[in-house]
């Protein structure tokens, strides 16, 4: 009867208080527009792109902007507003919007000095039809609107909340039996949590989807894995686009600013991004992805195919297989791990691993890290199951299928991205204890050692003689041949650049706004301030890895969860993890710049971690004679993975990014805007 009144109870809150936020919160201007003193009829006069109502000697709360019957045909029309009030003669307002499909968005909320005298809103020159009719009115009583998807949205917030909470049910639910194995009842849970983050994987990548076609008919480079499936099916590996004269002819056609002079003299562009050697282009992206995806479309199809596809579908199997991994990794040592702390960890891993950036850009260069990230989970994950027996029982063999799997993953990520091949190196720290046993290495564990080795040496050996047939090299994976604004021919280590990067990449506070979308880029394409006195490519950054994963600073307590980690043999792991982490992120300051996709190179080992030291704090806490300690603990672990959850989505709209959502899809761009933040 009490966990009746407990669930009835819940239910209420779970829907009342979306209710009362529609009702109230999110309709605040309609309650407030009922107390303005009165609506005032204006007469308007239209001047070029200008309208001006004049002589209005009132108190002017709102401006309601009507595009009904303005014959204009744009998504998004722009405009600034003057005010001359007692106060200012001439007070310019920021350029804000109106949306002809948005109604809300056709009410302006101003706050002038006293009586307004004369207002004027000045629309972009190219968005006014010089016909048509555009209604100003002032003071106007703004509609009730009942958003059914903005409640839907506020009851799962809510139902997020309740479930995680400290006190919740669902951090006294044990994950695992007495036996460490899933209970039929938390099978389904764990059913339910992958579904729910895999409907936000695939809705991010629905919504930041777009058509290459235009791309593939300008020979951009977020076609490229098509070109090179497409040379593949016609026997060769270079990609069929004939290079301009000039690169040949030049003594460094990797110098971007001469590169780019010659391509405004001749008229003839260069590809940008492509891999440009002995007078061809070249693909220098990892070749899995276009063996598995983009080959088979192009030969059953014709057609070039989108980039979000891939993007897609490997997000939805690195989220099941992170489920997974995280399930191996703390049953070790953490049994008795509730279901909540569970769930938590893996949203700890997904997003740490800054994964979700791929769901925020399904382009090109996604393609690349999101199957280098999920090869490499799927093959820690066979790797650490295949010693699950043996772990608990030493006289119990590894599992020669899941060895062999893992290695097999492993090697495919390292054909995706190369630098990823750094973790089949893991393999040591994995298999230390078993290396010590003479599992590896001797007569007797040949088969293992075998199912390790081999499958990463056929397809290890398969890329190196792709690279051969190329750029005549083995070890040439035609990184530096790339036509970027970077030479990365003639690049040089600089220590100065270094301590500029390992800020920037690790601790950069985010920066926030007072305009939508409340976020901003630290660096981009066009600004890029620092006091660096040299050259430094930016790509736009929102914040250090830190900033956005505050929850993954837990790693400086990685000494003091020795003795746990050790015990379960994942101390050694850790360690080599975080200094893989270092030697990709000093890799990436030196070679590449700063760029917030190539934080998801040493994100994965640090998340991993991360993950690993959480789960010992976590369980200290529990066995802690101190009464509040677990509770204390386990606030702290829900507040910052919640801003890591928030940090790493949030950021997904702003308008900086390369293909930024406002551009792509202002629509829904501003369909968000004005359903979460209604308060204009």
Same mark, same amino acid.
């Given at each position: 009867?009490?966990?009746?009144?407990?669930?009835?109870?819940?239910?209420?809150?779970?829907?009342?208080?979306?209710?009362?936020?529609?009702?109230?919160?999110?309709?605040? !201007?309609?309650?407030?527009?009922?107390?303005?003193?009165?609506?005032?009829?204006?007469?308007?006069?239209?001047?070029?792109?200008?309208?001006?109502?004049?002589?209005?000697?009132?108190?002017?709360?709102?401006?309601?902007?009507?595009?009904?019957?303005?014959?204009?045909?744009?998504?998004?029309?722009?405009?600034?507003?003057?005010?001359?009030?007692?106060?200012?003669?001439?007070?310019?307002?920021?350029? &804000?919007?109106?949306?002809?499909?948005?109604?809300?968005?056709?009410?302006?909320? =101003?706050?002038?000095?006293?009586?307004?005298?004369?207002?004027?809103?000045?629309?972009?020159?190219?968005?006014?039809?010089?016909?048509?009719?555009?209604? =100003?009115?002032?003071?106007?009583?703004?509609?009730?609107?009942?958003?059914?998807?903005?409640?839907?949205?506020?009851?799962?917030?809510?139902?997020?909340?309740?479930? +995680?909470?400290?006190?919740?049910?669902?951090?006294?639910?044990?994950?695992?039996?007495?036996?460490?194995?899933?209970?039929?009842?938390?099978?389904?849970?764990?059913?339910?949590?992958?579904?729910?983050?895999?409907?936000?994987?695939?809705?991010?990548?629905?919504?930041?989807?777009?058509?290459?076609?235009?791309?593939? !008919?300008?020979?951009?480079?977020?076609?490229?894995?098509?070109?090179?499936?497409?040379?593949?099916?016609?026997?060769?590996?270079?990609?069929?686009?004939?290079?301009?004269?000039?690169?040949?002819?030049?003594?460094?056609?990797?110098?971007?600013?001469?590169?780019?002079?010659?391509?405004?003299?001749?008229?003839?562009?260069?590809?940008?991004?492509?891999?440009?050697?002995?007078?061809?282009?070249?693909?220098?992206?990892?070749?899995?992805?276009?063996?598995?995806?983009?080959?088979?479309?192009?030969?059953?199809? #014709?057609?070039?195919?989108?980039?979000?596809?891939?993007?897609?579908?490997?997000?939805?199997?690195?989220?099941?297989?992170?489920?997974?991994?995280?399930?191996?990794?703390?049953?070790?040592?953490?049994?008795?791990?509730?279901?909540?702390?569970?769930?938590?960890?893996?949203?700890?891993?997904?997003?740490?691993? #800054?994964?979700?950036?791929?769901?925020? &850009?399904?382009?090109?260069?996604?393609?690349?890290?999101?199957?280098?990230?999920?090869?490499?989970?799927?093959?820690?994950?066979?790797? %650490?199951?295949?010693?699950?027996?043996?772990?608990?029982?030493?006289?119990?063999?590894?599992?020669?299928?899941?060895?062999?799997?893992?290695?097999?993953?492993?090697?495919?990520?390292?054909?995706?991205?190369?630098? +990823?091949?750094?973790?089949?190196?893991?393999?040591?720290?994995?298999?230390?204890?078993?290396?010590?046993?003479?599992?590896?290495?001797?007569?007797?564990?040949?088969?293992?050692?075998?199912?390790?080795?081999?499958?990463?040496?056929?397809?290890?050996?398969?890329?190196?003689?792709?690279?051969?047939?190329?750029?005549?090299?083995?070890?040439? +994976?035609?990184? &530096?041949?790339?036509?970027?604004?970077?030479?990365?021919?003639?690049?040089?280590?600089?220590?100065?650049?270094?301590?500029?990067?390992?800020?920037?990449?690790?601790?950069?506070?985010?920066?926030?706004?007072?305009?939508?979308?409340?976020?901003?880029?630290?660096?981009?394409?066009?600004?890029?301030?620092?006091?660096?006195?040299?050259?430094?490519?930016?790509?736009?950054?929102?914040? #250090?890895?830190?900033?956005?994963?505050?929850?993954?600073?837990? %790693?400086?307590?990685?000494?003091?969860?020795?003795?746990?980690?050790?015990?379960?043999?994942?101390?050694?792991?850790?360690?080599?993890?975080?200094?893989?982490?270092?030697?990709?992120?000093?890799?990436?300051?030196?070679?590449? #710049?700063?760029?917030?996709?190539?934080?998801?190179?040493?994100?994965?080992?640090?998340? *991993?971690?991360?993950?690993?030291?959480?789960?010992?704090?976590? !369980?200290?806490?529990?066995?802690?004679?101190?009464?509040?300690?677990?509770?204390?603990?386990?606030?702290?672990?829900?507040?910052? &993975?919640?801003?890591?959850?928030?940090?790493?989505?949030?950021?997904?709209?702003?308008?900086?990014?390369?293909?930024?959502?406002?551009?792509?899809?202002?629509?829904?761009?501003?369909?968000?805007?004005? *359903?979460?933040?209604?308060?204009?």
């Amino acid at each position: 009867m009490i966990n009746k009144s407990k669930t009835t109870k819940t239910l209420i809150i779970i829907l009342i208080i979306p209710l009362i936020a529609e009702v109230f919160f999110f309709n605040f !201007r309609f309650w407030e527009s009922l107390f303005f003193k009165k609506q005032i009829d204006c007469l308007s006069i239209k001047t070029g792109n200008c309208i001006t109502v004049p002589e209005i000697n009132e108190p002017v709360k709102n401006i309601h902007i009507d595009l009904s019957e303005s014959g204009i045909n744009k998504q998004v029309v722009h405009l600034k507003i003057h005010l001359y009030d007692e106060a200012n003669s001439d007070l310019e307002l920021p350029v &804000t919007e109106a949306i002809p499909q948005i109604k809300e968005s056709s009410y302006i909320r =101003i706050y002038p000095d006293g009586n307004v005298r004369e207002l004027m809103i000045e629309f972009d020159k190219d968005e006014v039809p010089d016909a048509g009719n555009i209604g =100003i009115r002032l003071n106007e009583t703004r509609p009730f609107c009942f958003h059914v998807l903005r409640f839907i949205l506020a009851v799962v917030i809510v139902s997020l909340f309740m479930i +995680f909470r400290p006190g919740s049910q669902i951090y006294k639910m044990s994950l695992c039996g007495g036996d460490k194995k899933l209970s039929d009842r938390n099978k389904i849970y764990v059913l339910l949590g992958i579904s729910a983050i895999v409907c936000l994987w695939m809705l991010i990548v629905y919504a930041f989807n777009y058509d290459i076609t235009q791309h593939y !008919r300008a020979g951009h480079v977020e076609a490229i894995y098509t070109y090179q499936a497409e040379s593949i099916l016609n026997g060769r590996v270079w990609l069929d686009f004939t290079p301009p004269k000039y690169l040949s002819e030049m003594a460094n056609p990797y110098d971007f600013n001469a590169r780019l002079k010659l391509a405004r003299e001749t008229g003839e562009a260069f590809k940008l991004d492509f891999a440009f050697f002995d007078g061809k282009y070249y693909s220098y992206y990892g070749i899995v992805p276009t063996l598995i995806f983009y080959l088979p479309f192009v030969a059953l199809t #014709g057609l070039p195919l989108n980039n979000s596809v891939p993007v897609l579908l490997m997000g939805v199997v690195f989220i099941i297989f992170s489920f997974m991994l995280i399930y191996k990794l703390v049953r070790r040592f953490y049994s008795e791990i509730s279901l909540g702390i569970y769930f938590l960890l893996v949203l700890v891993f997904t997003f740490g691993t #800054g994964a979700y950036y791929c769901a925020q &850009t399904p382009h090109v260069y996604s393609v690349a890290f999101i199957s280098a990230i999920m090869f490499t989970v799927i093959g820690l994950y066979n790797w %650490i199951s295949a010693s699950d027996k043996h772990f608990e029982d030493s006289r119990l063999p590894l599992s020669k299928a899941k060895l062999l799997i893992g290695a097999v993953a492993m090697g495919l990520a390292t054909g995706s991205r190369p630098i +990823f091949g750094l973790f089949a190196f893991l393999a040591f720290p994995l298999f230390y204890s078993e290396i010590k046993e003479r599992l590896f290495f001797s007569k007797k564990g040949i088969a293992n050692t075998l199912c390790v080795i081999a499958p990463l040496l056929v397809i290890g050996s398969a890329v190196l003689y792709f690279n051969k047939i190329r750029f005549g090299s083995f070890f040439d +994976f035609g990184n &530096t041949y790339n036509l970027s604004e970077m030479d990365l021919q003639n690049r040089h280590l600089g220590i100065r650049r270094l301590w500029l990067g390992l800020f920037e990449y690790l601790f950069q506070p985010l920066k926030i706004s007072g305009r939508f979308p409340y976020v901003e880029s630290i660096y981009d394409y066009r600004n890029h301030q620092t006091d660096y006195m040299g050259y430094m490519f930016f790509d736009p950054v929102y914040g #250090g890895y830190f900033a956005l994963c505050p929850v993954c600073l837990c %790693i400086v307590f990685l000494r003091k969860c020795r003795k746990t980690l050790t015990s379960a043999k994942m101390y050694w792991l850790c360690v080599i993890s975080l200094i893989f982490a270092a030697v990709l992120l000093v890799t990436d300051i030196e070679l590449t #710049g700063i760029t917030l996709r190539y934080q998801m190179d040493f994100g994965l080992p640090v998340a *991993l971690t991360a993950v690993l030291i959480l789960a010992v704090l976590m !369980r200290k806490a529990e066995a802690s004679s101190y009464k509040n300690a677990f509770k204390a603990a386990l606030i702290v672990l829900i507040v910052l &993975t919640g801003v890591t959850v928030f940090s790493n989505l949030f950021i997904m709209l702003a308008d900086s990014k390369q293909w930024a959502l406002v551009s792509t899809n202002p629509k829904l761009y501003y369909s968000v805007k004005y *359903l979460l933040f209604a308060l204009r």
